[in-house]
Every structure is written in structure tokens, then in C-alpha cells.
């Protein structure tokens, strides 16, 4: 049976491979395109996956703030108790840096703490040592009516220091430091001398803690 080429339309015999006029091709390999039969999808699985998930409550972890306090309030509250059992208030400074390592790390069930942090809980620890120390001492000289004691003290240890090295220019500082507005100044200044050694003291000692426990670690 004849067919017409599908390029020219010459009349070409069936069975020949190309057509004599201008040389298609003419077989052709007809490729039947399988029809996608449609998957059903199991309802079960599609209600599963609609139903939304709920997931069981995660403990809260405590934040920054609370953990880094707690542990340089105890090891503060230890320092001050120390203190008033007859520690040196600068050793105590130094001890209360290394405690507040010990309680972080002991809260953190045995984080390993650098020794940039361990200083940073230092200095904080001394802080809140030395402003829970600076409260008792006021409430005693308040309640107790220590101030003419503080001040007589105060002036025997300015006193002898100025002992140690005799000069022209120190009974100046000596009448200054005995009128009202001197006394306050060096009140203030010893306030300020002490804050910044404890922090100093409080931020060696833990770093020194932070340090030997990560050697440990």
C-alpha cells in the first residue's frame, strides 16, 4: 500500500526506507506513552500526616542572668561568713572568685569554664561580697553607734602610716585629713581602694579556679 511522504508528498511504496525524492526517512518507531495510572493514596497515611503534631514541653533552661548570679551570691554569702569568723577581708576577696567556680560548675553539673569567665565571676562574686560587707559594716555602725570608734581608728592607722614616712609636706595632709571634708574624702577613698581590690582579687582567684579545673578537666 502507497503512502505520501510526510516531507515532499511524493507517492512512495510501502517498504522503502527512504523517499526517492528528497530522501526522508520513512520509518518511524511510534513510542506509546504509558499512561500514569493514578495513585490512590492510602487515607490512613493522609489523615496521619494532616493530624498536627504536638510535642511534649521542654524544661526551661535557666537563663544567663540566674546562672552566673547564684553561684557568685553563695560563694559572696560564704566570703562574708568567713570574714566574720576572723578572715582577712582582701583573702576572703580572693577565695570568694575561686567558690563562685566551684558552685557554677557544680550547678552546670561540671561545665568547663575558660579563665576569661572564671575571672568574670570573680569580679562579680567580690562585688556582691563587697557591697553585702559595706551593708553590715553601716547597719553596725548605725545600730551600734560605732562612727567615733570607725573615725578614731581610722585616724591611728592614717596616723602611723604618716609615721612611717616623716616629711615636710605630711602634717598638711594630717590637718586635712582631720576636718570634716577630709575625713569624708578618705572615708570615700577607702571605699573606692577597697572595691578595686576585691574585684582585682575576686577575678584572679577565678581565673586561678577556672584554670586548675580545666587542667583537671
Not at 548570679?69 to 572568685?97: D, E, R, S, W, Y
Amino acid at each position: 500500500m502507497d503512502h505520501s511522504c510526510y516531507k515532499c508528498g511524493q507517492i512512495i511504496e510501502d517498504g522503502k526506507p527512504f523517499c526517492p525524492q528528497c530522501g526522508a526517512p520513512q520509518i518511524r518507531v511510534a513510542v506509546a506513552e504509558a499512561a500514569a495510572e493514578p495513585v490512590q493514596a492510602d487515607a490512613g497515611a493522609l489523615a496521619h500526616a494532616a493530624e498536627p503534631v504536638f510535642r511534649a514541653p521542654i524544661n526551661p533552661v535557666p537563663t544567663r542572668w540566674l546562672f552566673t548570679m547564684q553561684p557568685c551570691a553563695l560563694a559572696a554569702a560564704v566570703a562574708v561568713g568567713l570574714t566574720i569568723l576572723g578572715l582577712n577581708p582582701f583573702v576572703a576577696a580572693l577565695g570568694t572568685g575561686f567558690l563562685a567556680v566551684v558552685f557554677a560548675r557544680r550547678r552546670g553539673l561540671g561545665i568547663s569554664i575558660p579563665a576569661g569567665a572564671g575571672a568574670r565571676l570573680g569580679a562579680l562574686s567580690a562585688f556582691l561580697f563587697f557591697g553585702i560587707s559595706a551593708i553590715v559594716e553601716t547597719l553596725a555602725v548605725v545600730v551600734l553607734h560605732k562612727g567615733p570608734q570607725v573615725r578614731s581608728e581610722m585616724m591611728d592607722k592614717v596616723q602611723q602610716a604618716a609615721a612611717r614616712y616623716p616629711g615636710v609636706e605630711v602634717q598638711p595632709f594630717l590637718d586635712f585629713v582631720k576636718s570634716p571634708g577630709g575625713f569624708t574624702f578618705m572615708v570615700v577613698a577607702s571605699v573606692l581602694f577597697g572595691l578595686l581590690a576585691f574585684l582585682i582579687l575576686g577575678s584572679v582567684g577565678g581565673a586561678i579556679g577556672a584554670t586548675l579545673f580545666r587542667r583537671h578537666d
